[in-house]
């Protein structure tokens, strides 16, 4: 058994004497920074009144007076990250997350463990960032990317650690298949033991470094763990505090994989491991004191560096951001434009005349009887909250594959996408649509499914990608589409958005709504009106005043208008009939106005009513019913 902690301090400042026989560590560590490295307001503080995050030029000057101060009084400096860089803004997308690369090299990281979301765009592109890495990128158990290591032996003041890299094995299910075709990730527990017994007579610790993640409410879930442990019960490990219940010979694991960050460390009270996580998109920094024992060879103990716990929070007030750094990261912001580009004419005079035959779509497996909602000489739109899709895995796929099929709509709006993989998995049995995925949110995906026959996409983008607290971390989807029907060709900007709800939800959804009001308008006038923006907007219309959020376009009925407003008073419409309420809504530009006055309609779509009541509906495809619009196209 390797060394381990022989007393913990858990809420204290350590401030004992330090001689020649210890010295403290100080990791560091960051995790899910998802392409945020930008300064930015630090709206979950204050949102009116927001203190500004220094992001990427701060952590590089608290990191280097760090090193400087621990240089001089004998004591070291170790920087990781645990997955998930790039995606996240169009920093870090635009080029497959080169500059975030380069970033790092300046931090002088000293590993680096691939995130899932770090194969967004492909092996090939992750194998060559780890070539631009002055640092390892380490992953024991994955296999088929060029560039990855299974570990790193450090030397530090003496102490030799091996530091051993893992990441989930259910890669799968946050990635298209596309992204990471040829990889192979290996068993977790197998892997780590076959690690530790190829360097345990070369170190005098270990640490893990993983991209694993430590779940929301740790405590009640590592309860639930240890539950079906004495039941029994074989469990799959799925993140670091599973894992960490296993490794007697491990002394710290290092994670990321989620968002939220813990101030104080989590100690397994079986193998006393101490496993960290930090905060995601750099809001701080992670920072944990190690008081390491020269003479044993052991953690002594560890300390925090603030009375408020082991998350450093990188304010200007108190950390201010080194100027080259910042001008270079202003730079790079700068120089990408958020907003689509407005005229696709040379893209939509290559593309052909389709044939509206392809209007139809094949019937297959017919579980349910679920009538065809879509029109031939409409424009069907439907708005879909799906609910931590899948929620009943393959169950929840097939039925929702077979209901697209019968509704035999043009456009769906997906929100609450959980498992992209699931998702991918799902369209590939429905060939006669396509979809466009979100690529810069950080919590819950969403999607606009769309038919191939009828539509082409001429462009998307995630605007409020760089500042995307209002939108509760979810950017809406934007999508600039060429309906195209026979000798009927039209432009159509599709808007797929997903509010914030509960708590301070209504004052986020509020200044959500005035910073897409003011987007859409751009685009209003430069002559591109035919808009039709669908989600689940987590509020009312029947709400007045300040209770609703709504009010920027409710103001403006010259240019917007809520065709959901004819059936939100209708209790057999409801959209979440669980509460009841009607949160989910289609909002149309003027270039659809008249149309949709003169010969459109807006229902509710009842599923639950053809598949056998809504108690079978909501425990296997949602809580939420679908919302159609149709519109005359020609």
Request: overall charge negative.
């Amino acid at each position: 058994m390797m060394n381990k902690v022989i007393s913990i301090l858990s809420s204290i400042i350590f401030v004992g004497i330090i001689n020649g026989d210890s010295f403290r560590l100080h990791l560091l560590f960051t995790n899910n920074i998802h392409g945020a490295i930008h300064e930015v307001p630090a709206r979950f503080i204050n949102p009116e009144f927001s203190p500004i995050l220094a992001g990427g030029a701060g952590a590089y000057t608290y990191v280097n007076k760090l090193r400087d101060e621990a240089k001089a009084g004998g004591d070291a400096v170790f920087l990781t990250d645990a997955g998930n860089l790039f995606q996240g803004t169009q920093l870090g997308t635009q080029d497959g997350g080169s500059k975030m690369i380069q970033w790092m090299n300046w931090m002088s990281y000293d590993a680096f463990v691939p995130g899932v979301r770090d194969f967004d765009q492909g092996v090939l592109n992750l194998s060559r960032l780890s070539e631009k890495a002055e640092f390892p990128f380490l992953a024991a158990n994955l296999k088929g990317v060029n560039g990855i290591k299974d570990n790193k032996i450090i030397d530090i003041n003496g102490i030799r650690i091996g530091v051993i890299g893992l990441i989930t094995p259910f890669i799968n299910e946050g990635l298209l298949p596309e992204n990471y075709e040829g990889v192979v990730v290996e068993d977790l527990l197998e892997t780590l033991n076959e690690q530790i017994a190829k360097i345990r007579k070369n170190v005098d610790m270990i640490f893990v470094l993983s991209h694993l993640g430590l779940p929301y409410n740790r405590e009640d879930e590592y309860k639930k763990f240890i539950n079906k442990i004495n039941k029994g019960i074989s469990v799959p490990i799925r993140n670091a505090l599973e894992l960490a219940h296993y490794t007697d010979d491990v002394d710290v694991i290092i994670t990321g994989g989620f968002n939220k960050g813990y101030n104080t460390p989590w100690v397994d009270p079986n193998s006393h491991t101490i496993v960290v996580q930090n905060y995601g998109n750099l809001t701080g920094i992670g920072h944990l004191i190690l008081n390491i024992d020269k003479r044993q060879k052991i953690i002594k103990d560890y300390s925090l560096p603030t009375k408020r716990g082991m998350m450093v929070n990188l304010f200007t007030d108190d950390i201010w951001p080194n100027p080259a750094i910042s001008d270079t990261i202003q730079n790079w912001v700068s120089s990408i434009h958020p907003s689509l580009k407005s005229d696709y004419s040379t893209q939509i005079s290559q593309i052909d005349n389709k044939d509206c035959s392809f209007n139809e779509v094949s019937k297959k497996n017919n579980d349910y009887s679920v009538p065809s909602v879509g029109g031939d000489n409409t424009l069907d739109i439907i708005t879909w909250n799906m609910e931590r899709f899948p929620l009943k895995g393959d169950s929840t796929m097939k039925a929702v594959a077979e209901i697209i099929l019968d509704l035999d709509v043009d456009i769906i709006g997906v929100q609450e996408v959980i498992k992209i993989g699931d998702f991918a998995k799902m369209m590939s049995w429905i060939p006669e649509y396509d979809f466009v995925l979100s690529r810069q949110s950080s919590f819950l995906e969403q999607a606009i499914i769309f038919k191939k026959g009828l539509l082409t996409v001429l462009g998307q983008d995630e605007p409020f990608a760089f500042d995307d607290y209002f939108f509760a971390g979810r950017p809406p989807l934007v999508v600039d589409f060429l309906y195209s029907c026979g000798d009927i060709k039209q432009e159509i900007c599709v808007v797929n958005m997903h509010l914030k709800c509960c708590g301070d939800g209504l004052y986020r959804r509020q200044q959500s709504m005035k910073q897409l009001h003011g987007f859409l308008m751009s685009k209003v006038d430069q002559g591109k009106d035919k808009i039709i923006a669908i989600g689940d907007w987590n509020d009312e219309l029947q709400d007045s005043g300040i209770y609703q959020s709504f009010s920027p376009f409710l103001n403006d009925r010259e240019n917007f208008l809520f065709v959901t407003e004819e059936i939100v008073s209708d209790s057999a419409q409801q959209s979440y009939p669980t509460w009841p309420s009607f949160l989910d809504h289609i909002m149309i530009g003027s270039g659809f106005i008249d149309i949709f006055e003169e010969k459109g309609t807006v229902r509710s779509v009842n599923i639950d009513d053809w598949i056998g009541g809504w108690s079978i509906y909501e425990n296997l495809i949602s809580d939420h019913r679908p919302i159609l619009l149709s519109l005359p196209i020609n």
